[in-house]
């Protein structure tokens, strides 16, 4: 078993016993004219927030959900997202958050998978929404809102006319209806039980894919999302409040943007500046025109910035904290996007952070004023890093390779209906403390410092979303044309890794054009967009390994020369 006395000692941190929404309702009571969001130059003060919130929690226990009931959010970064998160928590309801951009497929596993009873999503996604409810076991009640509703005047008329008209005709069905008439529901006269803290609670369901091919549904409290938001304030290393802002484009749904770009702002009385999509082109006019104080993305993001001319000469003094996740980050980009910043007028560098949804996000940040070439930083206050050998309890030397395993307040409660899968990741050693394994490769410095070096399970990430071989195959394979097939990340200049996919038709089909397209016909409805391949290349055979499986890594190193 681990040894963890040469672990770092603990620096501690008190965390409230709150729920969520008593985080972010503090700030109603202590700042209750500060901006909570922005929403293209509409801004929501703390006061009214709350008072949003409270009518839409309202407005679930009208239409009969209770605590531990499921709703799905599948929402960009919109103010309705916010709202119904937080009134979710506020009466012990669970937000089952998926992205927008999923499959019809894959919004109808989710569904059936979390045995959710409402889903909230915009007019744009509702027609795929209805279709994925053909394959779902149980009612839903669709609730459908309207971008155009959050935004000011004249941008509201001028979106319905643009690109709002054709999706007014949702919701068309009896089971559906708009959010806005849901929230009439939400009256005064309906009590409003006092918030219930349960640190064993799951009040958050977030997804990441499975090497098998099927998604884990990662079960974190309010605990995990509180003591995440005490950590990030506490490694920031300045003080974080009102009148500071985050340009929030790093979704909703996904550990980092949730746990990071809202909450951890939310808690701190910040302002979230909300971005719906993302485009290179708007990305930079925000950091022109609002002048944040803190932004956050992946790495593709800050090598791309780099690039952009609108950027030219723009004042960028007003950034306090500029963090990179979701992937690592080369010391040559570092080196260049540090420049970028110090001829821009910043003087702060950009800081890695490391972690995994089963943590809510990062557990590990670069330090503010000190770098250490390829290292992913320091632990979180409460957070406690070890280096085990692989397939071992066995902690390894200070300097030597092996798996990271980590333990701290944040560390998911398990994966949701998956006990086997939940004993592999989640083990208590002898310390008496639940230790994270994470599949990944690293090393720890004498001084304390973490280095990550790859994932020892086969996963892509590009443009900052993990993507599963495994679960692509699975629908490739499901072909009728098709006898099997492997698909690899692709090193990519923009995206970091691509997706490819090699493919063995079944015999007597010939490779074409119109084959290629059946099989992305097929992968659409199952693999959300960012997810595809990006190159399918046909193969007679695939190179095996002894044992007779396919030797992916021979295909990887085939492409490492390209």
Known sequence: MADISHSLPRRHLEYPEKTMFQMVEQNATDHPSAVAYEFFNKKTTYKDFVSRI?????????AGIRRDDVVTICLPNVPQALICFYALDRIGAVANMVHPLSAQYEIAFYLNFSGSKMILTADMFCEKVEHALQRVQQRVTILVCRIQDELPFPL???YTVKTGRPHLKYPNTDHAMLWTKFLQKGTPDIPLAPSRFDPKHT?????SGGTSGTPKGICLSELNFNALACQTKEAFGKPLGPGQKMLSCMPVFHGFGLGIN????????AECILMPSFTLETYAQMLKKKQPNLIAGVPTLFEALLHIKELDG????????VFSGGDSITPELKKKVDSFLHEHGCKE???EGYGLTECVTASCLTPRDTYRERSIGLPYPDTEYCIVRPGTDEELPRGEEGEIILTGPSVMLGYLKNEEETKTTLRVLPDGNTWLYTGDLGHMDEDGYIYFRQRIKRMIVTNGYNVYPGQLENVIDACPEVSYSCVIGVKDDHAMQRVKA???LRDGIE???????RILDRMKLHVAKYALPKEIEFRKELPKTLVGKVAYRKLEEENEGK
């Open 54 to 62: 409270e009518q839409a929690a309202r407005a679930f226990i009208a």
């Open 262 to 269: 809202i909450h951890t702002i939310l808690v701190s009385g």
């Open 156 to 158: 509201n008329i001028g």
């Open 203 to 207: 009040a958050v369901i977030l997804y």
């Open 511 to 517: 490779p074409s054009d119109e084959v290629k397209a």
């Open 502 to 504: 090699y493919v063995v």
């Open 314 to 321: 723009v004042d960028l003094s007003c950034l306090e904290g």
């Open 349 to 351: 560098q950009i800081r």
